[in-house]
């Protein structure tokens, strides 16, 4: 019962460079790293193109990362998800107009509806398993979409149009795209950080527990139905903020938008960049929205070269371009204090 | 000694197949139990049953009064039974240390807005559960490495994570299904001693198993069950002695005879 034997742990050789880069993308800087290099990328390329692209970006990774934790965490494969960005730019979009606010203040509305759209598409479905769940994700996508194409307040076909600024002060307005930029980047920096977090915790670690063994997360305690749920309407919070931020860039939604294609993209980003690991996912969402805009020199070809370049991006790295490796420090010290603790708390749940 | 678990009459049918059918004990404080029998003898129904993952068609069991037939795996486990399983149920792509957290997620708990905003409260709560994981790994003299997938572990240590997992729980009643399976000598040795260590913490067991030897030293009493039935249940000594179980085990002595003379 040594631990002597596992060749797999050792340490892989690697050349100096490879060890540098390893230990960059290893270290818990990166998030800050990738932060100021996205707040500084309008010095490089400012255009009103390159901002609509890289804001847009941005969006998407927001919506990754929410999706990341239905799929990514829990396990739960959901082929509507872009309903719930729907949801919060129609909710937002109604709300600012009815009510002549900057979307800023609708944030309220947004999270109440998200949170209710979470419980009524998560409640009867998260009862099912794996295929079942996928199709009913589907069919609630697409009733989303078809509910808004066909009401009067959600402007029918053509959408909502004229959405108000995000924030108002005064004479100020985010109305500058780089302005609108930066917010955004801040935004979903926030959101992204929330999200690798929520993973690293209780709630997240009981998510994985689902993922990996749904009946002996029970068997632990684990209400699995509650903590699907969970994790549900946290991924519904993230999809409905993003389409807060999506209101606000287009002014304008249609069900259009809202289509399964967009849902589809959303997964393929979390699957591409690596079920689980927040860091892969932000990669993943960054390849699947700018890829077609540097692909666009191929003109008509270029979604033919998209889809290519996916699928051999899947036959080589079939577990993502950076999949989660789950490690951890061995020990920290500091055992006999909390061994004490440990016998002491477990005389005190009796 | 008052009584932890009560089983009652319990029954559970597949069709027309009674797995389990009338099956009645009660399980002490600081009691180790065994439930023996030949294969498909009903032995991991009975725990599926008393752990909610199967609903008993029939009796009841009760855990410290309250009656929990047919409840929730989660809500069971709540009350305070854990369990292992026979083939082993880890969580393959996380952790050794993330696999025994598992085990505390009810005892310590955590708002997941300290998780967002990493305040200090979360931060202790992150220590504890590392500090209690690895006080549980060291209970069951676990060796391996902690912070590497359960996965590349061996099957023993992988064994032992499942018990210490199951240990987290701090539960009053721990269910153990085939523990020594595919284990060898000393293992079965330290399992033997690690159940005594348990059982001082002021938990009952109750474990299939069927190494008999082991069965013999470590339980108190025995529950011999066969087609869903229970054959006989008493000391170990009284158990070997039982001619009902020789036969469930060995056959009927006619039977030997006609074997001897083909």
Known sequence: MSGSTFKSQAPRRMGPVAAKVSGLLESKYLGWIALAAALLAPLLTASPYSLNVMTTAAIFVMLAAGLNIVVGYCGLLDLGYIAFMAVGAYTSGIVSRAFDLPLFFTIPAVLVMTILAGLIIGAPTLRLRSDYLAIVTLGFGEITRITANNLAVTGGPSGIYGIPKLLTFGDFSVHSPAVFYYVTILIVAFFVLASARLGKSRLGRAWRFVREDEDAAEAMGIHTYKVKLMAYIFGAVWGGFAGVLFASHLTAISPKTFIFLQSALVLMAVVLGGMGNMRGVVVGALVISLLPELLRDLSEYRYLAFGLLLVVAMVFRPKGLWPARPHEDERTGAEPQTAVDAAVSRGESR | ?262
């Open chain 2, 1 to 262: 000694m008052s009584v932890v678990l009560g089983v009652n009459d319990l029954q559970i049918a597949f069709g027309g197949v009674k797995a389990v059918d009338g099956l009645t004990f009660d399980v002490h404080e600081k009691e180790i139990i065994a439930v023996i029998g030949p294969n498909g003898a009903g032995k991991t129904s009975a725990f599926n049953c008393i752990t909610g993952f199967y609903k008993p068609t029939g009796g009841s069991v009760v855990m410290e009064g309250t009656d929990i037939t047919g409840h929730r795996p989660a809500d069971i486990a709540a009350v305070g039974v854990a369990r292992t399983f026979q083939n082993l149920r880890l969580f393959n792509d996380l952790t050794v240390l993330d696999n025994v957290r598992a085990g505390m997620h009810l005892n310590r708990g955590q708002s997941w807005a300290d998780a967002i905003f990493h305040t200090p409260r979360f931060k202790r709560s992150e220590a504890a559960y590392t500090a209690e994981a690895h006080y549980w790994l060291d209970f069951v003299n676990f060796e391996g490495p902690r912070g590497v997938p359960i996965a590349n572990l061996s099957y023993g240590q992988q064994k032992q994570v499942e018990i210490s997992r199951a240990l987290a729980r701090k539960s009053k009643l721990l269910l153990l299904d085939e523990p020594a399976a595919g284990l060898n000598y000393t293992e079965k040795q330290n399992l033997l001693e690690l159940c005594r260590r348990i059982r001082d913490l002021g938990t009952s067991i109750v474990l299939i198993e069927h190494d008999m030897g082991l069965v013999m030293e470590l339980s108190e009493r025995i529950v011999v069950m066969n087609f869903g039935r229970e054959i006989a249940e008493g000391t170990p000594a009284e158990v070997k002695a039982n001619p009902a179980v020789i036969e469930a085990y060995l056959g009927k002595d006619e039977e030997v005879e006609i074997d001897d003379n083909a």
